[in-house]
């Protein structure tokens, strides 16, 4: 079954203005039958977003306007396409606490949703790993080199595995090779292979499923999918679901690369 699990919408304040009915008219003409819609949450109220123009997250105010919309999506298409409500969540360490109470409170209005690392913490604080390439080759000097800042944030990932969200916990983990995005952009070879195993293993164990993301391949300092192909092979291996996520900002880039991968992994 065709199914694309990371769709972002006109609520993303750092993305298109293409409405929600075009990104299911596109998805129900390319044949999927099945999609979620996963805005990126509201960030915690007292996070500072580091970005320049505070954009990480959906404005809170928005928040049940996005879920009316979605609904209303819901009844609309449901006897073309089965769509989820979701949300992308952010894995802010030290926000733990305030991350749960959020999904208490929309948890049970969601059918699905992606637990994703974004932001790494160094000497309290806060950085958007991939916003932007400067910013990344600024924060790898920060931490002492590329590969310490690759260490950060994989114990991190581990971190957004281990902890205790509550009962509306996202049950998919987000491109969690995310760190990739701009591993052309340095002239550092990192094996990276034992801590990307390692984070499978605690997926299995855990019982998540994971984001199959294909927008790195679109992504000219990564041209890769997060993760790559042989860790996606080893997750097939090790029985965690696999789950098709085109990470699409854009009507123009949903199911991105999705019949390409379909000939190298059956998922």
């Known amino acids: 079954m065709k199914r694309d699990g990371h769709i972002h919408t006109p609520f993303c304040p750092h993305g298109s203005t293409d409405s929600i009915e075009k990104y299911v008219e596109k998805a129900i003409t390319s044949g999927f039958k099945e999609i979620t819609f ?10 500072v977003d580091p970005t320049p123009d505070k954009d ?3 404005n ?25 409500i979701g949300l992308e ?21 969601l059918d699905d949703a992606i637990l994703s690392v974004h932001f790494l913490n160094f000497q309290e604080e806060y950085v958007c790993i991939d916003f932007s390439q400067e910013v990344y080759l600024q924060f790898a000097n920060k931490v002492g080199g590329i590969l310490p800042m690759y260490k950060l ?19 998919r983990i987000g491109h969690p090779t995310l760190i990739h995005k701009f591993q052309l952009a340095h002239n550092e070879q990192v094996d990276d292979a ?10 299995q164990n855990s019982h998540y499923e994971l984001d199959f993301n294909s927008a790195g391949l679109s992504k000219p300092y ?19 679901p696999i789950v098709f996520g085109s990470d699409a900002h854009t009507v123009a880039d949903l199911h991105q690369h999705y019949e390409t991968l379909l000939k190298k992994i059956t998922f």
């Open 38 to 47: 996963t805005e990126h949450a509201p960030l915690p109220e007292n996070f």
């Open 153 to 171: 944030y994989y114990e991190t990932v581990k971190k957004s595995i281990l902890a205790d969200l509550g009962l509306y916990k996202p049950k």
């Open 60 to 84: 809170p105010a928005y928040l049940m306007d996005y879920f009316k919309q979605l609904q209303c999506a819901k009844e609309q298409y449901e006897s073309q396409i089965k769509i989820n």
């Open 222 to 240: 990564c041209n890769e999918t997060y993760p790559p192909y042989p860790f996606v092979k080893q997750a097939i291996n090790l029985q965690i």
């Open 56 to 58: 990480s997250g959906m």
């Open 194 to 203: 034992a801590d990307i195993n390692e984070l499978l293993k605690m997926m």
């Open 89 to 109: 969540v952010d894995y802010i360490v030290g926000f733990e606490h305030e991350t749960k109470q959020f999904l208490d409170e929309v948890g049970p209005l």
